[in-house]
């Protein structure tokens, strides 16, 4: 909200249409509940969602574990051999005690129990000012 607001992006929108972001932001909506971020920018018109291989460091992800999902920021990928394994993320969770940095990793070549599904990882990107 902070960023968004920022860069006036919800300066001409009402009160209905920022609860309702917040609402699909965080999968409170009967609507699709797989890309959530990515899903509500693009419905409020201040976002667009961005493929994998066009994420940003900055971008808002949806990520999805084989178990659960998570809602982060985007810092870089996790890199092996050229190849993208895993991303680096910023978020609250209890593994970095608050806020912090994280590393997790895709499926394929798995270092942890319930890895990232790369199919199922939606970036997102807010409009520029």
Request: positive net charge; aromatic residues 8%; proline residues 4%.
């Amino acid at each position: 909200m902070r960023a968004a607001a920022a860069r006036r992006l919800l300066k001409n929108k009402t009160v209905d249409q920022i609860l309702k972001f917040q609402k699909e932001w965080y999968g409170a909506t009967e609507t699709d509940k797989e890309k959530l971020c990515a899903l509500a920018v693009q419905n409020l018109g201040i976002g667009r969602e961005v493929p994998l291989d066009e994420a940003q460091p900055g971008d808002f992800v949806q990520l999805w574990r084989t178990k659960s999902g998570h809602s982060v920021l985007f810092l870089g990928w996790a890199e092996e051999n050229g190849e993208k394994v895993g991303l680096r993320y910023r978020s609250s969770q209890p593994a970095t005690d608050g806020i912090g940095d994280r590393v997790e990793y895709f499926v394929k070549g798995s270092r942890q129990r319930d890895p990232v599904n790369r199919k199922r990882t939606h970036f997102c990107r807010l409009n520029p000012t």
